[in-house]
């Protein structure tokens, strides 16, 4: 389930809803994972709302229960019941970011950027972009990664580096395609697009 800042504990654990002439009861995603024992992957966790965080609380400690304040209900979750959740460490740092006391209830699994020679065979196996190219489009983006100085929110992802290697493909000039898949997604501020557009062209 992808998380946004509309996402509520109602979208995860249920809601009444009218059918016909009657108001019945709709299990959301994470009541049907906790009595069935799915696993339920939440996505960008930290941009949920609050009351997100509050519900599943009780389920990743000890206690391992959902209540359903709804229902007046509290149920205990199927063994094979298990929360995967992830978000970007540092994403907008200190406006969104997830509390220790959630983070402590998890196992935790940190993933970097991958090798420079993984990253090259992905851009080659998802779009047919040739090895130099490919090579170049991860050099530019480990370049981003290392300008700590120009304060980007966010950085160069592989998907980025794909959309670049795509539109290559299709036809489109190397630069171009790096600026428009690479640089402009990352930015608005003029002097920081020049900049990362400067650094760029050395690469392609």
Same mark, same amino acid.
């Given at each position: 389930?992808?998380?946004?800042?509309?996402?509520?504990?109602?979208?995860?654990?249920?809601?009444?809803?009218?059918?016909?002439?009657?108001?019945?009861?709709?299990?959301?995603? &994470? =009541?049907?994972?906790?009595?069935?024992? @799915? %696993?339920?992957? $939440?996505? !960008?966790?930290?941009? /949920?709302?609050? #009351?997100?965080?509050?519900?599943?609380?009780? &389920? =990743?400690?000890?206690?391992?229960?959902? @209540? %359903?304040?709804? $229902?007046? !209900?509290?149920?205990? /979750?199927?063994? #094979?019941?298990?929360?995967?959740?992830?978000?970007?460490?540092?994403?907008?740092?200190?406006?969104?970011?997830?509390?220790?006391?959630?983070?402590?209830?998890?196992?935790?699994?940190?993933?970097?950027?991958?090798?420079?020679?993984?990253?090259?065979?992905?851009?080659?196996?998802?779009?047919?972009?040739?090895?130099?190219?490919?090579?170049?489009?991860?050099?530019?983006?480990?370049?981003?990664?290392?300008?700590?100085?120009?304060?980007?929110?966010?950085?160069?992802?592989?998907?980025?580096?794909?959309?670049?290697?795509?539109?290559?493909?299709?036809?489109?000039?190397?630069?171009?395609?790096?600026?428009?898949?690479?640089?402009?997604?990352?930015?608005?501020?003029?002097?920081?697009?020049?900049?990362?557009?400067?650094?760029?062209?050395?690469?392609?």
């Amino acid at each position: 389930m992808s998380c946004h800042e509309e996402t509520s504990s109602t979208d995860l654990i249920g809601r009444y809803i009218i059918k016909g002439s009657e108001t019945v009861w709709i299990d959301g995603p &994470l =009541t049907t994972a906790v009595k069935k024992g @799915y %696993i339920l992957y $939440l996505d !960008e966790v930290a941009e /949920a709302r609050p #009351d997100v965080v509050v519900a599943i609380h009780s &389920l =990743t400690d000890h206690r391992r229960e959902l @209540y %359903i304040d709804k $229902l007046g !209900e509290t149920i205990k /979750a199927h063994n #094979d019941f298990m929360l995967i959740a992830s978000f970007n460490p540092g994403y907008q740092k200190g406006f969104k970011e997830l509390k220790p006391s959630t983070r402590q209830r998890f196992v935790a699994l940190s993933f970097n950027y991958p090798d420079p020679k993984v990253e090259t065979e992905i851009l080659m196996n998802e779009t047919g972009v040739d090895e130099d190219t490919a090579k170049k489009l991860v050099n530019i983006g480990n370049k981003i990664r290392n300008l700590k100085e120009l304060g980007l929110t966010e950085t160069a992802s592989t998907r980025l580096l794909v959309d670049a290697a795509k539109l290559i493909c299709s036809g489109l000039p190397k630069r171009l395609a790096v600026k428009v898949a690479v640089v402009e997604p990352l930015t608005d501020e003029e002097e920081v697009l020049l900049a990362l557009a400067d650094a760029c062209n050395l690469l392609i």
